[in-house]
Nanobody, 127 residues
Framework: QVDLVESGGGSVQAAGSLTLSCAFS??????????LGWFRQALGKYREGVAG???????VYADFARVRFTISRDNAKNTLYLQMHNLKPEDTALYYC???????????????????WGQGTQVTVSS
């Protein structure tokens, strides 16, 4: 079991930037290699994967995130980050981080593959 706490959300104008953080902890986080992912859910829409990152630094991105977003992690600080640039109103959503060990790479952006979730942090982008 991994505990996750997101922070860094807020309100920005279009073309602005935000960096989200996700502090993760748990009794077995040092024993297993975890995949960490960012997901988002806009009001009235399904949850979608944004980016995922494995313990060795490999990453995957959703098409909409590949150019404007960067996922990174600092294992020494047990923190996952999501840098977001050139934000658009359609990026408005509740952003979640998630953690799971032993996920196939093709499932890193699939929410149902993850068991541990944070509470989310709201990002609102105004035009």
């Amino acid at each position: 079991q991994v505990d996750l706490v997101e922070s860094g959300g807020g309100s920005v104008q279009a073309a602005g930037s935000l960096t989200l953080s996700c502090a993760f902890s748990g009794s077995d986080t040092s024993a297993y290699a975890y995949t960490l992912g960012w997901f988002r859910q806009a009001l009235g829409k399904y949850r979608e994967g944004v980016a995922g990152m494995f313990d060795d630094g490999n990453t995957v991105y959703a098409d909409f995130a590949r150019v404007r977003f960067t996922i990174s992690r600092d294992n020494a600080k047990n923190t996952l980050y999501l840098q977001m640039h050139n934000l658009k109103p359609e990026d408005t959503a509740l952003y979640y981080c998630a953690a799971q060990s032993f996920i196939l790479r093709q499932l890193w952006l699939t929410g149902s593959a993850y068991r541990s979730w944070g509470q989310g942090t709201q990002v609102t982008v105004s035009s």
